[in-house]
């Protein structure tokens, strides 16, 4: 009787114990895009790199989008990274200036940056 019981204890203590896991949501980066008079800008074309040097160069992109009719992308899915961002629609880009995230993405944020283009000559 004493086994018997010790068989029901040890059964419920197992039942009682679960795993809990958290799962985190990779970083996101939102970016919005405007022309100097603040008009949105539909399909500019943005690219993500992870350090100066290859925004500098355009080289080793990381991703890549269109914005929609809205002038807005998201980016998702994203490492925690510290990232570059080049914005273009035809004679318009963000080259007069470089624009980066600041501090590295972390895991569960959605980071939002407005992004102005204009004509350089």
Known sequence: MKNYFLLIAFVLLLGSCTKTEHISNS????????????????????????NRDDWDERTN???????D???????????????FVFVEKDTLSNSYGVIGVKDSLQNDEIRSLHIQIQYIQ
Request: hydrophobic residues 40%; proline residues 2%.
């Open 27 to 50: 970083p996101e980066l939102e970016i919005f895009v405007t022309d100097a008079n603040d008009n949105a800008i539909a399909e500019a074309s943005i690219s993500l790199y992870n």
């Open 61 to 67: 992109k990381i991703d890549s989008l269109l914005t």
């Open 69 to 83: 009719q809205n002038g807005y992308a998201i980016f998702k899915e994203l490492n925690e990274l510290q990232y």
